[in-house]
């Protein structure tokens, strides 16, 4: 045997028991259960939904910038025809379509990022597991749902741009 | 009828086997409990209060899962293997004393053993060298390399540990000069425990004890000396090829294993029945070699969640080079003793 | 002296190294080249990178007769290093017609793999390799994954 | 070494270890020519969790490929996105603004304290704590490593695969007093390390590890070694101070070298590296001064970086030594896209060395040493 036996297997011994028989009293660390999207950063992003701008219309204008960025392509994008907006008297795109299909996504957030009007933001609450892969797959109105059922996360693409602004004030 | 052995045989162990059956299965949820503590976690809290209930759910899982084996594993062998585990461990614990009583003379007489045998050791250590041989078909049996260098690696370290685990039971039969684990006892009452006896002879008790509690723990393959499972290379030993309620089987011997290793060594060593103070009737007889079983019961799975396994040649080093040795001085330092008339 | 100056001559590279791209040399002194550069301290093998260019018709110019076209090379680039204090690599690169290019296995047992690894995806073989087999793929894979006529939507099938 | 050469005459035993294993961390099979429970050769097979992350680095464009290279090295995910913005950046031409740097080396070292713990809780469970004293140590570096993940969290959304950096910067600034809670987190990390080392310091660690796994300084350098592996073969080397990037030349790193090369001496530079990461991080800290985080424009558009050629090689010192990317550029018809890209996995690397080193071990060793090499599976078969 290389190491010789001496009294330190003992002392050695002891003192690995000491560490262990010390996390006895303590309160586990572990949590039951999943954590709540209450206690998760403001940041957290699990899940997507789509928003109504200010003046309560869809936001999303159909722009297609999203279907084009995503890295793994699960969102489809219809876009509708162009018509004016009660609200603001403007000719603006719409949405006919769209769908997120929530097994391949891998919440890289370049579609926030890349959202011009701030249509599609993330909540920080996951989706309920499904019985079927269809389960997972977002469509509009469960992403326009979202809106209102799951907490959003802190920011949107202009929040996202404000934070990266190259240029920004020191201070 | 009272005079028919096998009545009371029956009478006492009936009750043992459920005992150390309930034992065994309270083990397991014991432990995971105790395990999930010393990690910050909570273990198996569900099932009933504080999850007790677990190894219930467990075993009903057991028995309810697929029973497969394997198209090239030798079928008769592989199914009587699991059989045997428990029943050599019930065995053995056939003659532990786990009572005594006064009677009105003053004698103190250790009972509570299902069979009062003259050669109670030897029994006890047959029974655990015979372990080797039900693991050894299940490694073969298997046809699965895993499985054969496990059960290979059992044989080894079961015929190596047996070596000291003999000479250090020696230790307790020298100075009581009787095979019998009753007389041991009594010879413990009388002379004070062989561990813990504050005369000349108490050093070498307490230095046997602890090679006694080494190597039943190899013998009862727990950590540091759990090579044949060793679950980092050999995934689970034995076991990889069995389902369902053999696998159960095997575990529960393994519990079973390791209460019946704690209550030996307590009454080897600890004076079994024998009280530190207080009074010496059966209940409190029963109470003290319960005690005592689980101080060892739950040093055993410190020990478990504290340490690392060894490698299997540091382990065969360890026992011819350094336990079989030191047992032997044991043994003749203690046949000093007896002769010279210290203990 | 640096690297680049002791070796400039010998193997007729430009004036200063490119921070675009690593210099290019005869495939007949990729050896010589790997073996002066660990007597010079490059010791650690880095990686090993191929990279396969199909044919290609560059478009012509207006009033221009069309150029020749390329025709379809490989370009096997090394990559050493320098351990220590002030590390540094050394990149350089071979470009042969025909996927076949000298082992560096003798010099660096670290191109053992490596090697493999760009015979596996895209199909270079190393010359003198002692255990050239597929390392990432299947054994019975067809084609070579990386090469650019394989298609990232190529049929195959999934369990064999 | 192939069945054919397999001669049942030797008293030789073929064992196949994995790729469905407990201890191979992941899916990698190696076949053990076994001599009783000597190893006399070892046949390493990557590639059970080949993925083609190559091909899809030539299909998508430069914004797109942060998020897909987390998935590689799935342990640091942080370093991985740094090594490839960094080759974005050198092949673009993109200048990266002080604030980005010092937040990268921030969180690159946070990066190696979480790899590095959970680097100890797994070799710990290979040593032979499976269930024994190697799970306890691996629930107490799991709970430390929750502390880091939950900074990351708070810093970018995610736990795990966070895509913060983009070409040119980073895309998460701090929020309002991240730098309290990760003082807070070094200060309880630093005590927890030595109640590891107190569980670690046992005699059957120690018999467990020393002298076993040797790797030589040649060895070492010629299969490529890097990081720890290579650090406690006692070469002195390491990236983040012989060719500093990022904020590492604002900072004085301290190597920790060992000269033993066996699994011990690796085991003792990956523990001082956790300190000296908690140092550097305490340090930089103080650094991380106002200012934009991204130098050119926040990515706003597929096709926002272009370049028509050129063939870079950049190389930064992950937890698991040098991860380099070969880069060669214009490979979209508009040069959005690379147009190969090469990646340099140190664990492929580390895994090369186990034929030179396995024979001659127990089979119980392999696990040490496999385990000793921090292998992770998702970057040697990328």
């Known amino acids: 045997m290389r190491r010789s036996l001496s009294l330190r297997w003992i002392w050695q011994s002891l003192k690995a028991l000491g560490v262990t028989g010390k996390h006895v009293l303590f309160e586990p660390r ?8 209450e206690s998760r950063a403001p940041r957290y992003r699990a899940s997507f939904a789509l928003v109504h701008d200010e003046h309560g219309e869809e936001a999303c204008i159909g722009c297609s910038l999203c279907e084009k960025i995503c890295p793994s392509t699960v969102i489809t994008v219809v876009p509708g025809g162009k018509v004016e ?17 929530l097994q391949a996504c891998i919440i890289c957030e370049l579609c926030v990022q890349v959202c011009p009007v701030d249509a599609i933001v993330m909540v920080r609450e996951q989706e309920t597991p499904g019985y079927s892969r269809e389960d997972l797959v977002l469509t509009m109105d469960k992403l326009y749902a979202n809106e209102h059922d799951k907490p959003r996360y802190w920011g949107s693409g202009s929040a996202l741009m404000e934070m990266q602004d190259p240029k920004k004030e020191v201070g | 009828m009272l005079d028919n052995p096998i009545v009371w045989a029956f009478a006492i162990g009936g009750p043992l086997i459920t005992f150390l059956m309930g034992g065994g299965a309270v083990a397991t949820w014991w432990e995971r409990r105790f395990a999930g503590k010393m990690q910050t976690r909570f273990g198996p809290n569900r099932v009933g209060p504080q999850g007790i209930l677990q190894p219930v759910a467990d075993a009903f899982k057991m028995m309810q899962k697929e029973d497969i084996v394997p198209r090239a594993a030798d079928r008769t062998l592989f199914n009587l293997a699991p059989i045997f585990p428990p029943f050599l461990v019930i065995a053995s614990a056939a003659v532990i004393p786990f009572a005594a009583t006064v009677d009105a003379t003053g004698k103190y007489d250790p009972t509570g053993a299902v069979a009062e045998l003259d050669i109670g050791i030897l029994w006890v250590l047959s029974m655990a060298g015979l372990m080797v041989f039900p693991i050894w078909v299940a490694g073969w049996s298997a046809n699965n390399k895993y499985t054969l260098l496990s059960g290979m690696r059992m044989v080894a370290q079961g015929i190596s540990y047996e070596i000291p685990m003999v000479l250090c039971a020696l230790i307790p039969v020298i100075y009581a000069g009787s095979l019998s684990l009753s007389d041991i006892v009594a010879y413990q009452h009388e002379h004070g425990w062989i561990a813990l006896s504050l005369s000349p002879s108490m050093f070498v008790g307490a230095a046997a004890m602890l090679l006694f509690f080494l190597t039943s723990l190899a013998e009862a393959n727990r950590i540091p000396f759990d090579i044949p499972e060793a679950e980092s290379e050999l995934i689970a030993g034995v076991m990889v090829e069995y389902t369902g309620i053999k696998f159960g089987i095997f575990m529960l011997a393994e519990y079973l294993h390791t209460i019946v290793a704690a209550a030996l060594t307590s009454a080897l060593f600890l004076g079994g029945p024998s009280p530190l103070f207080g009074p010496a009737g059966p209940i409190a007889g ?9 101080v060892l019961f739950v040093l055993i799975y410190w020990l478990r969640w504290s340490l690392y396994r060894f490698r299997s040649d540091q382990l065969m080093d360890l026992c011819w080079k350094v336990l079989v040795p030191m047992s032997l001085l044991l043994v003749m330092l203690a046949a000093l003793m007896v002769a010279g008339g210290f203990a | 002296m640096s690297a680049w100056e002791a070796l400039r001559e010998r193997f007729d590279l430009p004036e200063e190294p490119s921070a675009e791209e690593p210099p290019v040399i005869d495939v007949s002194r990729h050896v010589e080249m790997a073996a002066a550069l660990k007597e010079f301290g490059f010791t650690m093998y880095v990686t090993v990178c191929a990279t396969h260019f199909p044919e290609e018709a560059p ?31 050394f990149a350089w690169r071979v470009s042969v017609e025909r996927p076949v290019v000298p082992t560096l296995f003798p010099l660096f047992a670290g191109a053992d793999w490596q090697e493999r690894e760009q015979y596996d995806l895209v199909g270079v ?15 019975d894979w067809d084609g070579h994954p990386l090469r650019k006529d394989y298609a990232i939507d190529t049929r195959v099938h999934p369990w064999r | 070494m192939d069945i054919e050469d397999y001669d049942p005459d030797a008293d030789l035993m073929a064992l196949n270890m994995g790729p469905q294993h407990p201890s191979t961390h992941g899916v990698f099979r190696i076949k053990l020519i076994l001599d009783g429970e000597r190893i006399v050769k070892a046949v390493p097979y990557p590639g059970y969790l080949h993925r083609g992350v190559e ?10 490929i942060t998020p897909i290279f987390d998935k590689h090295d799935y342990v640091a995910p942080m370093t991985n996105e740094q090594a490839i913005n960094m080759a974005f950046e050198k092949l673009l031409g993109l200048e990266v603004p002080q604030r980005a740097k010092v937040l990268r080396t921030i969180l690159a070292e946070l990066q190696r304290i979480a790899s590095h713990l959970l680097w100890l809780g797994t070799f710990t469970l290979d040593i032979g704590g499976t269930i024994g004293g190697g799970a306890s140590l691996m629930m107490y570096t799991f709970r430390e490593r929750e502390l880091i993940l939950d900074l990351f969290e708070a810093l970018t959304g995610c736990r795990f695969h966070y895509n913060t950096h983009c070409p040119g910067g980073n895309r998460h600034d701090v ?15 630093e005590p927890r390390i030595d109640e590891y080392e107190a569980i670690c310091d046992s005699e059957i660690f120690l018999m467990r590890t020393e002298g076993v796994g040797l790797i030589s300084p040649d060895l070492a350098l010629e299969t490529g070694q890097s990081g720890p592996v290579l650090r406690a073969s006692g070469i002195d080397h390491d990236l983040r101070r012989d060719a500093p990037y990022h904020a590492y030349d604002q900072v004085q790193v301290r190597v920790h070298v060992e000269t033993a090369g066996d699994c011990l001496a690796r085991y003792k530079v990956r523990v001082a590296e956790m300190r000296e990461s908690i140092r550097l991080v305490r340090e930089l800290l103080g650094l991380l001064e106002p200012g934009p985080i991204v130098g050119s424009k926040p990515i706003k558009s597929l096709v926002q970086f272009k370049a028509s050629g050129g063939q870079v090689y950049v190389g930064i010192e992950t937890p698991r030594g040098e991860l380099g990317t070969y880069l060669v550029g214009g490979g979209d018809q508009r040069g959005a896209a690379p147009y190969r890209c090469k990646i340099r996995p140190p664990s492929l690397h580390a895994m090369s060395v186990l034929p030179y080193v396995l024979p001659g071990h127990q089979v119980s060793d392999v696990v040490t040493i496999l385990g000793s090499l921090d292998p992770i599976m998702g970057e040697v078969d990328r």
């Open chain 4, 175 to 189: 929020p309002e007093g991240w730098e309290t809670v990760v003082r807070h987190v070094m200060d309880t990390i």
């Open chain 3, 59 to 89: 478009k012509a110019k207006k009033g221009e007769d069309p150029p020749p076209p390329i025709p379809e090379h490989w370009e096997v680039a090394t990559v050493l290093r320098r351990p220590g204090a002030r590390s540094e690599t």
């Open chain 1, 30 to 37: 572990t949590t039951e259960g999943i954590r709540s999207a």
């Open chain 3, 125 to 139: 073989i190393f010359e003198g390799h002692p255990d050239l087999r597929r390392l990432m793929m299947p054994e």
């Open chain 1, 85 to 101: 907006s009660p609200a603001t008297g403007k000719k603006r795109g719409t949405l006919e379509d769209f769908t997120l299909d």
């Open chain 4, 55 to 64: 091909k899809l680095c030539e299909k998508l464009t430069y914004v797109q």
């Open chain 2, 286 to 294: 029963l109470i003290w070699m319960l005690g005592k079983t689980l």
